[in-house]
Nanobody, 125 residues
């Protein structure tokens, strides 16, 4: 069982930066592709980006150039570095892990087996 815990959310002004962390408790991320999703009030949960078990990162067009996903295999942590934040980035951000060996990174919630509890990101104009 992979347990995920997100941290690093908060409130920033437009143009600011935040780094979210996703820690795997009692397990490693080795062999798992990890994705970041977000859900704004009244909207469906959407894919933001992810990093495959081989280290290949994938992003949505909205995230490309502003967000960077990386993984620290020693610390069992995956990061989502966000810069150039916009009010429309406001949402609860979730990390999720696919089943062991799944590759490439999935873009739909159905492709993910394990989920964190989410962390709020609020961007003011």
């Amino acid at each position: 069982q992979v347990q995920l815990v997100e941290s690093g959310g908060g409130s920033v002004q437009a143009g600011g930066s935040l780094r979210l962390s996703c820690a795997a408790s009692g397990h490693t991320f080795t062999g798992h592709s990890v994705g970041w999703f977000r859900q704004a009030p009244g909207k469906e949960r959407e894919f933001v980006g992810g990093i495959s078990l081989t280290g290949h990162a994938k992003y949505t067009d909205s995230a490309k150039g502003r967000f960077t996903i990386s993984r620290d295999s020693v610390k069992y942590v995956v990061y989502l570095q966000m810069s150039g934040l916009r009010p429309e980035d406001t949402a609860v951000y979730y990390c999720a892990a696919q089943g062991w060996g799944s590759d490439p990174v999935g873009t739909t919630t159905e492709e993910y087996k394990y989920w964190g509890q989410g962390t709020q990101v609020t961007v003011s104009s």
